[in-house]
């Protein structure tokens, strides 16, 4: 089994920045695609951004220029810094993790921003 436990979330204004973690243990060997998702009330969960084994990273349109992702193979952690935040990213923000049996996902980790 895998556990994902992410923290990082809060409460910020608009313009302002947050940095997310998420640390993944159990039945992986730092070689799994990892990614954010986030969902707002009444929407269908989305992906905000995804990393690869050799950092190669993917952004939703609305996260480039904005969102970092990276990640620590080693450590099996991924990390989204969130800069020029706005209202419209406040959402649950969830960890991915990908296997070549299933998908996991952590707890979620609540993000929102005022204006």
């Known amino acids: 089994q895998v556990q994902l436990v992410e923290s990082g979330g809060g409460l910020v204004q608009a313009g302002g920045s947050l940095r997310l973690s998420c640390a993944a243990s159990?039945?992986?060997?730092?070689?799994?695609?990892m990614g954010w998702y986030r969902q707002a009330p009444g929407k269908q969960r989305e992906l905000v951004a995804r990393?690869?084994?050799?950092?190669?990273?993917n952004y939703a349109d609305s996260a480039k220029g904005r969102f970092t992702i990276s990640r620590d193979n080693a450590k099996n952690t991924v990390y989204l810094q969130m800069n020029s935040l706005k209202p419209e990213d406040t959402a649950v923000y969830y960890c991915?993790?990908?296997?070549?049996?299933?998908?996991?996902w952590g707890q979620g980790t609540q993000v929102t921003v005022s204006s």
């Open positions: 991915n993790l990908a296997t070549i049996a299933r998908q996991y």
């Open positions: 990393i690869f084994v050799g950092g190669s990273p």
């Open positions: 159990g039945s992986i060997f730092g070689i799994n695609p």
